[in-house]
């Protein structure tokens, strides 16, 4: 390396260092030496979804028990270590720092307890995610076979991968969650936060672009559509300005209803009862009741036309 090159690098690595932090604290200039291993954590759940669609992808023809035991041993191994890295973000997390949350004092014994609760809890899941399958070819014409529906909807890839995080959060698991999460989104263009809680039969049609926020709650055989945003008005704050952590601020849906697509609902005290069909495009900040049919008012639109002498003219439409 010419000399001139070697102290710029020499330089750069000087000032690089001067801006990281590398304690245990959760600090926003931390290395992420402390931190669960995102790839770990990704390649684990992609084995959960194998198990949860044996033969989605490509293996070898065995008896299902013994492809389960291999699976769900390479889970836990993947798991289990950044179990241990997770769990101290109970109390080393900003937010929980700021609560003065305890610490756990055996973190090993923990992280087992965890893995395994969470390994037992699999065949609930999967329960779940046959039914989600059935809303999925029952809720869409173009369906063809189930089949179709378990290989090429990402709405069953989103929910199955939500269904999976959302137990790790049920479990008091930080972080690993949101990367499961998060990898679903970029894969997927689903976004669903693991803390909402979705009920059985639960259909996402088309997908792109659906939001779905932490503290939403949504109940059995709910249909939505692309674009669709389950949000928060606002963030409240507390009185030193700091977001207030896990209050409800998010929608609830009951059961059977139809959300259409571009539909924006917002707000932690908006009920849509159940049995109700919202239309595309709405924007909606209050409870509607069961039953109910909601749709956006028509503005219409303006054709305006040239005459002979090129003077523009206007029709309401």
Do not use: C
Request: a neutral charge; hydrophobic letters at 40%; proline letters at 5%.
């Amino acid at each position: 390396m010419h000399t001139n090159s070697a102290a710029s690098v020499k330089k750069t690595a000087a000032a690089l260092t001067g801006l990281y932090s590398t304690g245990h604290e959760d600090r926003p200039e931390n290395v992420l030496w402390n931190y669960p291993a995102a790839g770990r954590v990704v390649e684990a759940l992609k084995i959960l979804i194998h198990v949860m669609f044996p033969g989605m992808y490509p293996s070898k023809e065995e008896e299902l028990e013994i492809y389960f035991e291999k699976q769900l041993k390479a889970v836990s191994v993947l798991l289990l270590q950044e179990l241990e890295r997770g769990i101290p973000f109970r109390w080393q997390s900003e937010s929980a720092r700021r609560a003065g949350l305890p610490a756990v004092a055996d973190i090993a014994a923990e992280a087992q307890r965890i893995l395994d609760e969470f390994i037992a809890r699999l065949p609930a899941v999967r329960e779940r995610l046959i039914d989600d399958v059935k809303a999925a070819y029952n809720g869409d014409p173009a369906a063809m076979s189930y089949a179709e529906v378990k290989l090429a909807y990402p709405g069953v890839l989103a929910i199955t991968s939500h269904r999976i995080a959302h137990e790790l959060y049920r479990l008091d698991v930080p972080i690993i969650p949101r990367i499961m999460n998060e990898w679903t989104h970029a894969k997927a263009g689903i976004d669903i936060h693991p803390g909402a809680t979705i009920g059985g039969g639960f259909f996402i049609d088309h997908g792109t672009g659906v939001v779905i926020g932490e503290t939403a709650r949504i109940g059995q055989g709910v249909k939505i559509y692309q674009g669709v945003t389950l949000g928060a008005k606002s963030f409240p704050l507390d009185e030193h300005g700091n977001p207030i952590k896990h209050i409800q601020r998010h929608p609830t849906v009951e059961d059977n209803v139809i959300i259409y697509a571009n539909t924006t609902v917002l707000g932690g005290k908006t009920v849509i009862g159940h049995h109700s069909v919202i239309g595309g495009n709405v924007f909606l900040m209050d409870s509607v009741p069961p039953h109910s049919f909601v749709t956006k008012t028509e503005a219409g639109v303006i054709v305006r036309t040239k005459d002979s002498a090129g003077l523009l003219g206007g029709l309401g439409i």
